[in-house]
C-alpha cells in the first residue's frame, strides 16, 4: 500500500500553534488536541483515511466554503480540514477550527 503525503499548509500550522487563544480552550485540552491529529495524521499517512473504529467522525462538508473538503474531529469542538488529493497520494490539511468559527465560512 503505497503511503500519502500529508501536506500542512501555512495556514494549519498556524491554527495548530495557536489552539488554546483561537478555540477558546484550556492548555489542557490543546494538548489533547495536538495529540489526536498527530495520531490522525499517522492514519492518513498510512490509510488516506480515518477508519471509524477510531472514533474521528471524517466527514465531507457541504456547505460553501467548505464543499467537498473533509473534517474530522480532535476533540468535540476541535475540528480539522482537510483536502484529499487522491489521484496524487496528497492530503492537505487547510486548518483547525471550532463549529462557530467553521459556521462563520472564513478560511482565516
Do not use: C
Not at 60 to 85: S, T
Not at 89 to 98: E, F, K, M, Q
Request: hydrophobic share 40%; proline share 4%.
Amino acid at each position: 500500500m503505497k503511503r500519502f503525503d500529508v501536506r500542512r499548509t501555512s495556514r494549519f500550522k498556524r491554527h495548530f500553534y495557536s489552539l488554546p487563544e483561537r478555540l477558546g480552550i484550556s492548555k489542557k485540552q490543546a494538548m489533547e488536541a495536538v495529540n489526536e491529529i498527530k495520531e490522525a495524521i499517522a492514519l492518513l499517512e498510512a490509510h488516506s483515511t480515518l477508519p471509524p473504529e477510531y472514533g474521528y467522525s471524517l466527514h465531507e462538508l457541504e456547505r460553501e466554503p467548505w464543499k467537498g473538503f473533509l473534517e474530522f474531529h480532535a476533540l468535540d469542538d476541535v475540528l480539522v480540514i482537510y483536502a484529499d488529493i487522491r489521484e496524487q497520494n496528497i492530503i492537505r490539511l487547510l486548518g483547525i477550527y471550532n463549529h462557530t468559527l467553521l459556521a462563520n465560512g472564513k478560511l482565516d
